[in-house]
C-alpha cells in the first residue's frame, strides 16, 4: 500500500513564526488531504489539494504530484493553530479511502 | 446541519463486553468511513460503505468487529468481546462523491470521534 511520510515530527514555534510541514507519499495519488486535529481530537478539513498550490487565509498548501510530495505552510502562527497537522492520500479506484500519515505536532507558544 | 455525529463520546467497559458506536452522518452524503486511532498515531482505515453497501474491510477489522449502515443513513460499529487493545478513539467521516465514476473530489468531514476505553 501507499506509505505516507510527514516531517517534522515534533515542531515548537514562538506565536508569529512561519512554518513549512511536508507529506512525502510512496506511489501516485489522485486525492490528497489535509487536516489539523484541535487537543480534543477533532479532526479538521484544511484542503484537499491532489496538486497545485491553494491558500486560505495564514494557510497555504501546494502539492507536487509528480514528485510525490506536498507542502503546507503556516504564516503568523498562533496558539490555536497548534495540534497535530494529518496528510493523507487516496485513491479514486480504492474507493476515496484515504491513508494518513503519522502528523506533525505543532505546539506555538505565546 | 450539523456535520458528522457520533455517539457514545465516551464508553468505558470491561473486558469481554460489546460495544457499538453510531455515526450520523452529513445527510446528503452517499459514502460512510470509519477509522481508528491510537494515541501518537494517525488515523487508521477500517470500513467504508456507499449508500447501505459496505464496499471495502481492513485487515484490521476482525471478526469481532461488525458494521452496518441497514438505509444508506446512519453507520453502527459494533465491537464483540472486547479486548484492551481495542482501547482507541473510534472516527466517522462521510463524503459526497462527486462527479461520475471515480473522478472528482470525494473530501472527508469528520465526527468528534468515540473514545472506547476498555479495563
Known amino acids: 500500500g501507499i506509505q505516507v511520510e510527514q516531517s517534522p515530527p515534533d515542531l515548537i514555534l514562538q506565536e508569529g513564526a512561519n512554518s513549512t510541514l511536508r507529506c512525502n507519499f510512496s506511489?501516485?495519488?489522485?486525492?490528497l488531504q489535509w487536516f489539523h486535529q484541535n487537543p480534543w481530537g477533532q479532526l479538521i478539513n484544511l484542503f484537499y489539494?491532489?496538486?497545485g498550490t491553494k491558500q486560505n487565509g495564514r494557510l497555504s498548501a501546494t502539492t507536487v504530484a509528480t514528485e510525490r510530495y506536498s507542502l503546507l505552510y503556516i504564516s503568523s502562527s498562533q496558539t490555536t493553530d497548534s495540534g497535530v497537522y494529518f496528510c493523507?492520500?487516496?485513491?479514486?479506484?480504492?474507493?476515496?479511502?484515504?491513508?494518513f500519515g503519522q502528523g506533525t505536532e505543532l505546539s506555538v507558544k505565546p | 446541519d450539523t456535520g458528522v455525529s457520533q455517539d457514545p463520546r465516551h464508553k468505558i467497559t470491561k473486558r469481554g463486553q460489546n460495544v457499538t458506536f453510531r455515526c450520523d452522518p452529513i445527510?446528503?452524503?452517499?459514502?460512510l468511513y470509519w477509522y481508528r486511532q491510537t494515541l501518537g498515531q494517525g488515523p487508521e482505515f477500517l470500513t467504508y460503505?456507499?449508500?447501505?453497501?459496505?464496499?471495502?474491510k481492513s485487515r484490521l477489522l476482525s471478526n469481532r468487529f461488525s458494521a452496518e449502515r441497514p438505509k444508506g443513513s446512519f453507520s453502527t460499529l459494533e465491537i464483540q468481546r472486547t479486548e484492551q487493545g481495542d482501547s482507541a478513539m473510534y472516527l466517522c467521516?462521510?463524503?459526497?462523491?462527486?462527479?461520475?465514476?471515480?473522478?472528482?473530489?470525494?473530501?472527508?468531514?469528520f465526527g468528534a470521534g468515540s473514545r472506547l476505553t476498555v479495563l
Open positions: 467521516a462521510s463524503s459526497s462523491q462527486q462527479g461520475t465514476g471515480f473522478s472528482g473530489a470525494n473530501v472527508l468531514t
Open positions: 460503505f456507499q449508500n447501505e453497501a459496505q464496499l471495502e
Open positions: 489539494i491532489p496538486s
Open positions: 506511489d501516485s495519488v489522485n486525492n
Open positions: 493523507a492520500v487516496g485513491r479514486y479506484n480504492q474507493g476515496g479511502k484515504l491513508i
Open positions: 445527510s446528503e452524503h452517499n459514502r
